[in-house]
């Protein structure tokens, strides 16, 4: 009898959490139609509960697509802001820390030169004029940043939030994560991007702090993580089509319903997170989804500073 009874006493409850309309906030579309009634949730099986987007609140999967349209739309477009220039070239600062002679730094910028591939401290390394654990400390100074001497990778998976692509590209790692301040640290094997670790902010909502790191090391790490799954990770592109982007985003926030969706654009990469939240679903485990969208791009551009150095080694760049 106790159970015959069971689904006349969870009726009531599911509809008196369903019709709990005033907790919700309004929706921040301007066109919105209007939340959905009782029934038409029932009928659909959809929850009362909409998505934010940037922290603004949308109710339904209508009003969540316009709004992704939108936000692509405007990171598309996005130019990448240019490179602060370093406030001390990294030969001068090395000269000036008697680590190198005027000689070897006419030496390896005129090696540059003629290669047009690589960085200076690359090129100091090559021909022997420093080790690559002095060209690291030497960057550090530069960029006002600690120096990260080691990394553990249990820490370094455990922290992997940020999608396989985007560490690639930038060749920087999450090092750590300090609760108390809400801070990640990032450690850096070539230019540290200022760009990057604010977007990584907005997506992480968390605050982000640099650190550099030996080249060769970050690059190992990175080499380890590619032989791992990423499941949560799932990347297109090369991609230009606003169209085709807003289709993918749509269809797999209709189909994860997540609770919160944050975007934005660092470098060529527009990387969307969408989070399922169990505090906001009873019964639900907490589940990420990483959408990383890698921008078709002009051939003719300059070389890009965060192409790795292994590529370019096998793939330099054509005189033009």
């Not at 750590?176 to 992480?204: C, M, W």
């Not at 990347?235 to 969706?261: C, H, K, Q, W």
Request: charged share 20%; glycine share 4%; aromatic share 8%.
């Amino acid at each position: 009898m106790k159970k015959f009874l069971q689904p006349l006493i969870w009726f009531p409850k599911w509809i008196k959490r369903h019709t709990l309309d005033s907790s919700q906030p309004p929706c921040a579309l301007v066109s919105c139609p209007g939340p959905q009634s009782l029934w038409q949730r029932f009928r659909d099986g959809r929850r009362p509960n909409g998505t934010f987007v940037q922290g603004v609140y949308y109710c339904q999967p209508q009003c969540l697509e316009t709004a992704l349209i939108n936000h692509l739309s405007r990171l598309r477009v996005m130019a990448p802001g240019p490179q602060p220039p370093n406030r001390i070239p990294l030969g001068l600062l090395m000269v000036a820390r008697g680590k190198l002679t005027h000689t070897e730094v006419r030496a390896a910028l005129e090696a540059q030169r003629r290669a047009r591939y690589g960085k200076i401290g690359e090129w100091i390394e090559k021909l022997g004029f420093a080790t690559e654990q002095e060209v690291t400390t030497a960057l550090a100074l530069q960029w006002g940043c600690p120096v990260a001497t080691t990394f553990d990778p249990s820490t370094v998976q455990s922290l992997a939030n940020i999608p396989l692509p985007i560490l690639d590209a930038f060749q920087m790692l999450p090092l750590n994560y300090v609760v108390s301040t809400n801070t990640l640290y990032l450690a850096f094997g070539e230019r540290v991007d200022h760009a990057a670790l604010y977007a990584i902010e907005k997506i992480l909502v968390c605050r982000t702090q640099p650190c550099v790191a030996e080249r060769k090391s970050i690059a190992r790490q990175l080499e380890s993580m590619r032989q791992l799954s990423h499941p949560t990770d799932v990347e297109f592109g090369p991609m230009n089509d606003l169209a085709e982007m807003a289709r993918i985003s749509a269809s797999y926030t209709a189909r994860l319903s997540p609770d919160e969706v944050r975007l934005s654009r660092i470098g060529r990469f527009i990387w969307l997170r969408l989070d399922v939240r169990p505090e906001l679903r009873p019964r639900t485990r907490s589940v990420t989804t990483n959408l990383v969208f890698r921008l078709a791009t002009d051939s003719t551009r300059p070389l890009s500073s965060n192409r790795p150095f292994a590529e370019l080694l096998t793939h330099p760049p054509q005189p033009t």
